[in-house]
């Protein structure tokens, strides 16, 4: 939400083109000499491994820093730690908890910080999401967007998507899983909450879901699989959407849980595309970001 409609296009159409770079070798080492931090608070596969690479594609460096590697998992004031690891990097990326840690440690950062995911929100998904859309789909402008199950991160920053890339959006999640009422009355004209699956997906040009117990949560997974049984995205559901709608996963995933065995595996499923423009999506989004410092 801090980027315009119009940087946002111009940062999913730059990943594209990254994108396509990068297979042809052709791809410009412009950032030699610059350092990435990488904070993670909560474990990670795509999102190291995606930052880390970018960089180095970029010709920077990506430090990689856990909790027991720094002082703030000792307990140092987060704005302590935000002013003395700017001075040294060119820019953070942070992966935590609570959102009010990552606003509190981007005020004080005299470099750009990019949420790599907090409870709230997950918006380098939503970044790559879009790129796999566009790059099979074309513009996801006015197009109809499901989403099946939890209301968590992703849901929420798929609400934040409708506003910024002017798409509706319908959630099907169980009673007492919704996302946030604010992010829901902000997007009001174009989001709507139902508990019945098949309604959110009846003429939907994009499924999108994710596992039923995030992290952290995960001593509520037998109970949350007795509660969000019949919200799997699967074949029967793909029914009632478009005929060439596609369905997607931030992963993990866990097959015959949230989706079915069969879309996962399908050889015509988006899903790997997916992950690997996490990849070219964040180096559009760092390459903005550094650019837009140095100005």
């Given at each position: 939400?801090?980027?315009?409609?119009?940087?946002?296009?111009?940062?999913?159409?730059?990943?594209?083109?990254?994108?396509?770079?990068?297979?042809?070798?052709?791809?410009?080492?412009?950032?030699?000499?610059?350092?990435?931090?990488?904070?993670?608070?909560?474990?990670?596969?795509?999102?190291?491994?995606?930052?880390?690479?970018?960089?180095?594609?970029?010709?920077?460096?990506?430090?990689?820093?856990?909790?027991?590697?720094?002082?703030?998992?000792?307990?140092?004031?987060?704005?302590?730690?935000?002013?003395?690891?700017?001075?040294?990097?060119?820019?953070?990326?942070?992966?935590?908890?609570?959102?009010?840690?990552?606003?509190?440690?981007?005020?004080?950062?005299?470099?750009?910080?990019?949420?790599?995911?907090?409870?709230?929100?997950?918006?380098?998904?939503?970044?790559?999401?879009?790129?796999?859309?566009?790059?099979?789909?074309?513009?996801?402008?006015?197009?109809?967007?499901?989403?099946?199950?939890?209301?968590?991160?992703?849901?929420?920053?798929?609400?934040?998507?409708?506003?910024?890339?002017?798409?509706?959006?319908?959630?099907?999640?169980?009673?007492?899983?919704?996302?946030?009422?604010?992010?829901?009355?902000?997007?009001?004209?174009?989001?709507?909450?139902?508990?019945?699956?098949?309604?959110?997906?009846?003429?939907?040009?994009?499924?999108?879901?994710?596992?039923?117990?995030?992290?952290?949560?995960?001593?509520?997974?037998?109970?949350?699989?007795?509660?969000?049984?019949?919200?799997?995205?699967?074949?029967?559901?793909?029914?009632?959407?478009?005929?060439?709608?596609?369905?997607?996963?931030?992963?993990?995933?866990?097959?015959?849980?949230?989706?079915?065995?069969?879309?996962?595996?399908?050889?015509?499923?988006?899903?790997?595309?997916?992950?690997?423009n996490r990849l070219h999506a964040q180096?559009?989004?760092?390459?903005?970001?550094?650019?837009?410092?140095?100005?």
């Amino acid at each position: 939400m801090d980027c315009s409609p119009s940087e946002l296009q111009q940062i999913i159409q730059r990943a594209i083109e990254m994108k396509a770079q990068h297979k042809a070798r052709t791809a410009e080492a412009r950032f030699n000499n610059y350092v990435l931090g990488m904070l993670f608070e909560k474990a990670s596969t795509r999102t190291r491994i995606s930052f880390e690479a970018g960089m180095a594609q970029m010709g920077g460096h990506a430090m990689f820093l856990a909790p027991e590697h720094t002082q703030l998992g000792r307990g140092e004031p987060i704005e302590d730690s935000a002013r003395v690891m700017s001075s040294m990097v060119d820019i953070i990326m942070m992966r935590t908890y609570g959102h009010d840690i990552i606003e509190r440690f981007a005020e004080y950062s005299s470099v750009p910080v990019i949420n790599a995911l907090t409870d709230d929100f997950h918006p380098c998904q939503l970044l790559a999401d879009i790129q796999t859309y566009v790059e099979h789909r074309g513009s996801i402008q006015g197009k109809k967007v499901a989403w099946i199950g939890d209301g968590n991160n992703m849901c929420q920053s798929y609400i934040n998507a409708a506003i910024q890339f002017d798409f509706e959006l319908a959630i099907a999640c169980p009673r007492g899983f919704e996302p946030r009422k604010d992010l829901v009355e902000q997007a009001k004209d174009r989001v709507k909450i139902t508990t019945i699956p098949s309604k959110a997906a009846r003429d939907a040009d994009l499924l999108v879901t994710d596992v039923w117990a995030s992290m952290g949560q995960e001593k509520e997974k037998a109970q949350r699989r007795r509660q969000f049984a019949g919200f799997q995205v699967n074949e029967e559901l793909m029914a009632q959407a478009k005929s060439d709608a596609l369905y997607m996963h931030c992963l993990p995933a866990h097959r015959g849980e949230e989706i079915s065995a069969g879309l996962m595996d399908s050889p015509d499923t988006v899903i790997w595309d997916e992950a690997e423009n996490r990849l070219h999506a964040q180096k559009a989004l760092m390459e903005f970001l550094l650019l837009e410092a140095a100005n």
